[in-house]
Each structure stands twice: as structure tokens, then as C-alpha cells.
């Protein structure tokens, strides 16, 4: 399906009184209505509550107009929403929703295209898709597609499983795995970055490129969610899928054309070059940390074993760092540095490149090292790319100075810039792949993970807590970058002294 044809479909949205649902599916839904982006489409929201379609299009208003601030066409678009009471373990269920999905089908002229998308807990995943079967609303006339939600398994066995049990209804081609990083604009402005600009690309290996530095850093704790944290931690909540997936899209090859075929099988290759580690490698490579009780915006904030539904002893990491080593002509040597957690001093996803040194410095002075050369790729809450230079300082004869070349950075229109929700749900809808994940790609990074999980779960981290909510992080984290005579470039902290200056 081209760019520009519109969909249409009957969306079934499993878990439609949840948290997800009412934050992003809705407004993102939303979103896609008022510009006009869909053809036809109903949804079903299916959900364990009693509530009658009438409550259940107010609760969709509600949540349009909390998340999305408007209220243009606000009755029309929710006349689209109809809902069903349902016990997931329950065929009966499944024979009304079936007969409520051929009326509402039959109804809008939805073409027995069928979008099932499962915002609930991923036990619940392997019963609805067999009980989808089982009932037959997987016989449709037109497309069937599954779209689910991380985390997909909690290590490469489980994954495996879960998998299997999927496959026995869904084809891998109808299995939209949602990383929603990929649907972020700038994390789908990474290739293009990558391979529409003659600047970058020829440079792109480790001949220029000293290191990769990627951080994903929020100010939120966990929140009420502190059950499901325990037992994923930053490791497999972030690194196993956005942060693999962001060193899969800087360091993949070119792939022959933008088809997801050819991304992923390139994305793929890039995960198998991954060096493996042996267990007891594992802590020279990846650091852990627990925040502390600390300050955030000027207040005190608890500690991680405070917070509700967590272990006062607790071992869960809520902030990873690590080294990743590819070995591939292009690559090798250069490291890919990683790092997320909660609570720390900002919330900021971003990407910096770091190019080599020039080969001999014809400006160093004792004072006054050469900065290198810096490609910043901001994904959030800022979008845009930031290129550090030297330039001569005026006035001196030799001293120099680093100046930012911004690019989009203040000139992105937040407004305009779609939710990654809205880009997904849409590409779910026309059939694109490309920005999901495929299984082989989750299988090889559950498979990189598991090895650090197992060491981690094996022995408790005797320093935890190792660094206090409001901060960069452990300590240990900037140690693993020394020793490689490398650093965690402050770049907030560089652009905030440049507007000062
Ligand atoms: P939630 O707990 O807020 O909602 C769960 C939904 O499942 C509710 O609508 C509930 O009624 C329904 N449900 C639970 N048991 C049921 C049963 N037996 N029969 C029928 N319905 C039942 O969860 P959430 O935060 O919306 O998350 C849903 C999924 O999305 C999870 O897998 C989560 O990991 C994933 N996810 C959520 C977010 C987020 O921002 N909330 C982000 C990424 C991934």
C-alpha cells in the first residue's frame, strides 16, 4: 500500500481500559481521524469492565480531549468506537465479540480487514491469539494483523514460547512487534541522516568515528508500576529492545532499498556482528546501577527500595551503562557506548558521534585542547541534529573555538510532529513493517541480554544505591569510558555554556 492510501480497518483493541489505550492509542487514533488519514474504521474496545458503549466513547473522549487538547470532530470520531465486555479466558466471549466484529464490519464497509491489537499483559497473549482461532475471527476476508506490546518474553526462552504460540495463528508477516522508538521521527531520520548525505556516510566506519555514545535518561521513577519493574529492571525494559535497536539502525550496512526486508535483514546482520560476552566478562562491559533518594526539580524524591510494590533489598537495576563491540570490517574497535535509567538529571534521548582526533593538532595549546568533532542526533524531548566544529577564535592568531551547527533543533514544530503511536498504528493499518521488529531481530538481542541477566541475577550489586535520584548516574558508568580514555559528552551542558557565551 502506497504512502498516500488510506486505510481501512476494524481495530480491536484488547486492554482498552488501560493505561496505553487511554494515553496513546486513543489520541493517536485521533490524530490520524482529524487529518484525514484514514478511510474507513471502527474500533472495538474489549476490556474486562462492564461498561456500556455509550461510557466507553466518553472515556475515549476524555482521554482526546486530556492528551490531545482538542475537541474538533471530537462526536463524530468517537461514533466509531464500540466496546465489548470480556473475559479473555472465555470462548463464549469470543462468539459474541465475533458476531459484534461481523456486524460492525458489515456496517462501516471495512472490508474484513482486521487489526487485533493486544494492549494487555503478555500472559494473556499466547490465549487470545488461540482463542481468536479457535472462535474463528482470525477468518476474515481481507488482512488479519497482530499488533502486540513489549515486553516480548523476559528472556530468549520464554520469547521463543511466546513466539511459537503466536505463529500457530499469525504468519511472521502479520506480526507487528511495537518498539514505539521506532516510531520517533528522529529515530527514523537516523538512515536517512545516514544515507542521503554525502557528508556523513563516506566517514561512517572506524577510520573517522572514535566512539558512538547513545542515552536514554528520564527524571520519572517507576511510578506505579513497581511490580512489573522488579522483574525487568532497565535491562530488559530498555536496552533488549530501543537501545539495541538504535545501534541496529547507526551501525547496520546500506541496505539495497528501503523495503523492510532489506532494513531488517540488515538490521539483523548488524545484531549477529554484536562481539558476545562470556559471563565473566559481563561486568567489564555493563555497569548497574539504583538510584537513591535524591532531588528532582527541586524536590525530594524516595529511594528505588521505597518506592510501592518494591523489595526493600531489592537487586533491580534501574540504570544500565555498557560497551558494545562489532565486529565487522566497518566497525571494528570502535566502541558503541549505551546508557538509560530512571530518575537521573534530565530526560533526554540522544545519539552522539564522536569523529577521531585530527592526526596531529596544529592548534593545541596547554589550555586550550581541540574539542573533536561531534554529530548529535537528538530524539527527545528535543528533535534535531547538532554538528560541533572548530572554528578560529577572533582576535587570536592560533587559539580556536567549537561552534554548533544546529539543524531543525528550535525549528521543529512539536505540534505538527506526530506521536510515534499515530506513525505505528498507521503503518499497522497500510501494511508497513518496517519500523516493527521481526522476530529474528528480537531473538538475537533476548539471546545478547540474557548472558548479562544471568550474571546480574546471580550476584547482588553490594553497592546499590549507587548514585542519587537527580544525577548523571553511577560512577562506575564514567569509569567504564575512562578506560578507554573516553567521556560522557555533557552536551546540555556544552549548549547551555555556548548560549551563555
Ligand atoms: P493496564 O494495566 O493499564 O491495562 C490492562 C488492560 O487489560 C485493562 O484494560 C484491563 O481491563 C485489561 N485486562 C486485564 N485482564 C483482563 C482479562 N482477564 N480479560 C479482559 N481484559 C483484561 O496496562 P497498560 O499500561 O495499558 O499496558 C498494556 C500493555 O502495553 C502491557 O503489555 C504493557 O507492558 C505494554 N506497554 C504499556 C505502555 C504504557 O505506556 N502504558 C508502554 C509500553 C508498553
Request: proline share 4%; glycine share 4%; charged share 25%.
Amino acid at each position: 500500500m502506497s504512502e498516500n492510501t488510506k486505510p481501512t480497518a476494524l481495530i480491536m483493541i484488547f486492554g482498552a481500559t488501560g493505561d496505553l489505550a487511554k494515553r496513546k492509542l486513543f489520541p493517536s487514533l485521533y490524530q490520524l481521524y482529524t487529518k484525514n488519514k484514514l478511510q474507513n474504521f471502527a474500533v472495538i474496545g474489549i476490556a474486562r469492565r462492564p461498561l456500556t458503549t455509550e461510557q466507553f466513547q466518553e472515556n475515549v473522549k476524555d482521554s482526546v480531549m486530556t492528551f490531545a487538547n482538542v475537541d474538533y470532530r471530537i462526536e463524530a470520531f468517537i461514533s466509531h468506537f464500540h466496546y465489548h465486555c470480556h473475559d479473555v479466558t472465555s470462548s463464549q466471549s469470543y462468539i459474541e465479540l465475533k458476531q459484534l466484529a461481523s456486524q460492525i464490519n458489515n456496517q462501516y464497509k471495512l472490508k474484513g480487514n482486521c487489526i487485533f491489537y493486544l494492549a494487555m499483559a503478555p500472559e494473556f497473549f499466547g490465549t487470545i491469539t488461540n482463542q481468536l482461532k479457535t472462535q474463528g475471527l482470525t477468518n476474515v476476508e481481507g488482512y488479519k494483523r497482530l499488533v502486540i506490546e513489549k515486553p516480548f518474553g523476559t528472556n530468549f526462552e520464554t520469547a521463543k514460547a511466546l513466539n511459537e504460540q503466536i505463529r500457530t495463528v499469525f504468519q511472521e508477516e502479520e506480526i507487528y512487534r511495537i518498539d514505539h522508538y521506532l516510531g520517533k521521527e528522529m529515530v527514523q531520520n537516523i538512515a536517512v541522516i545516514r544515507f542521503s548525505n554525502a557528508l556523513f556516510e563516506p566517514l561512517w566506519n572506524n577510520r573517522y568515528i572514535s566512539n558512538i555514545q547513545i542515552t536514554s535518561s528520564e527524571t520519572l521513577g517507576v511510578e506505579e508500576r513497581g511490580r512489573y519493574y522488579e522483574n525487568s529492571g532497565a535491562l530488559r525494559d530498555m536496552v533488549q529492545n530501543h537501545m539495541m535497536q538504535m545501534v541496529a539502525l547507526l551501525a547496520m550496512e546500506p541496505p539495497i532499498s528501503l523495503t523492510p526486508e532489506e532494513i531488517r535483514s540488515e538490521k539483523v546482520r548488524l545484531l549477529r556482528s554484536l562481539r558476545p560476552m562470556s559471563q565473566e566478562e559481563v561486568n567489564t562491559y555493563f555497569v548497574r546501577g539504583q538510584y537513591a533518594q535524591g532531588i528532582i526539580h527541586g524536590e525530594t524524591v524516595p529511594a528505588y527500595r521505597e518506592e510501592a510494590n518494591v523489595s526493600i533489598d531489592s537487586n533491580t537495576e534501574t540504570y544500565v551503562a555498557g560497551k558494545l563491540m562489532i565486529d565487522n570490517f566497518r566497525w571494528f574497535g570502535v566502541p558503541f557506548y549505551i546508557q538509560t535509567g530512571k530518575r537521573m538529571d534530565r530526560k533526554s534521548t540522544k545519539i552522539v558521534v564522536q569523529f577521531k582526533d585530527m592526526p596531529m593538532n596544529l592548534y593545541y595549546q596547554a589550555e586550550h585542547k581541540l574539542t573533536p568533532n561531534l554529530l548529535v542526533i537528538h530524539i527527545q524531548p528535543k528533535e534535531g541534529i547538532t554538528l560541533l566544529l572548530n572554528v578560529k577564535k577572533s582576535g587570536t592568531t592560533t587559539e580556536t573555538k567549537s561552534v554548533r551547527l544546529q539543524l531543525a533543533n528550535e525549528g521543529t514544530d512539536y505540534i505538527n510532529t506526530p506521536e510515534a503511536y499515530e506513525k505505528l498504528l498507521l503503518d499497522s493499518m497500510r501494511g508497513d513493517a518496517t519500523n516493527f521488529t521481526h522476530w529474528d531481530e528480537v531473538a538475537l538481542s533476548w539471546k545478547f541480554i540474557d548472558t548479562i541477566s544471568e550474571v546480574w541475577k546471580k550476584t547482588n550489586d553490594e553497592s546499590f544505591p549507587n548514585y542519587p535520584a537527580g544525577s548523571p548516574g553511577p560512577s562506575a558508568a564514567d569509569a567504564l569510558l575512562a578506560h578507554d580514555g573516553h567521556i560522557w559528552w555533557p552536551i546540555e551542558k556544552i549548549e547551555q555554556e555556548d548560549q551563555e557565551n
